[in-house]
Antibody, heavy 118, light 106 residues
């Protein structure tokens, strides 16, 4: 059974850097073909893909956010970390991590709400 | 960038069939995935690769994809199907793309 869980701050100030951790179980990021992605959802709005990392350390970023995002993995800890710099109130959202299945995401973590406010 | 267009809302009576569309340029050449999201919950994959269902998803959920439109069909709609539904594709330029979501009211 695959599970994922996001953790990180619930409140960040504008201009600060957000660091989120996805801790997973039921699979290994050292296995060929495996990947973990990050998706966010502002309150009342649609899903937005942010980033993804493959087992071989291939990293992908949303074209609109790539200058602000960094994704890394720690295979020994079963964790994926996403950092987003220069946070703004418009970045207030629920941030999800998810396991890549084919080119879809399944399953997803429960999500973590991050509020950007001074 | 690749854009997916969904109707903001659909309304269907219990027991009827709901159809939610997802429009995109030549979307028929891509694999389309559909997610169900209930209030306060994470999205759940209900259809992948156009028309396949993950284990545990009722047969009432089906999908099709051709030309510029993909469709999620929910047969014999139940009150518990009330949710937001999102389509998603992978595109070589935009990578992973989600539609704007459709709120289905039963």
């Amino acid at each position: 059974q695959i599970t994922l869980k996001e953790s990180g701050p619930t409140l960040v100030k504008p201009t600060q850097t957000l660091t989120l951790t996805c801790t997973f179980s039921g699979f290994s990021l050292s296995t060929s073909g495996v990947a973990v992605g990050w998706i966010r959802q502002p309150p009342g709005r649609a899903l937005e893909w942010l980033s993804l990392i493959y087992w071989d350390d291939d990293k992908r970023y949303s074209p609109s956010l790539k200058t602000r995002l960094t994704i890394t993995k720690d295979t020994s800890k079963n964790q994926v970390v996403l950092t987003m710099t220069n946070m703004d109130p418009v970045d207030t959202a629920t941030y999800y991590c998810a396991h890549l299945y084919s080119t879809s995401f399944d399953p997803w973590g429960q999500g973590t709400l991050v509020t950007v406010s001074s | 960038s690749y854009v997916l267009t969904q109707p903001p809302s659909v309304s269907v009576a219990p027991g009827q069939t709901a159809r939610i569309t997802c429009g995109g340029n030549n979307i028929g050449s891509k694999s389309v995935h559909w997610y169900q999201q209930k209030p306060g919950q994470a999205p759940v994959l209900v259809v992948y690769d156009d028309s396949d269902r993950p284990s545990g998803i009722p047969e009432r959920f089906s999908g099709s994809n051709s030309g510029n439109t993909a469709t999620l069909t929910i047969s014999r709609v139940e009150a518990g199907d009330e949710a937001d539904y999102y389509c998603q594709v992978w595109d070589s330029s935009s990578e992973w793309v989600f539609g704007g979501g459709t709120k289905m009211t039963v």
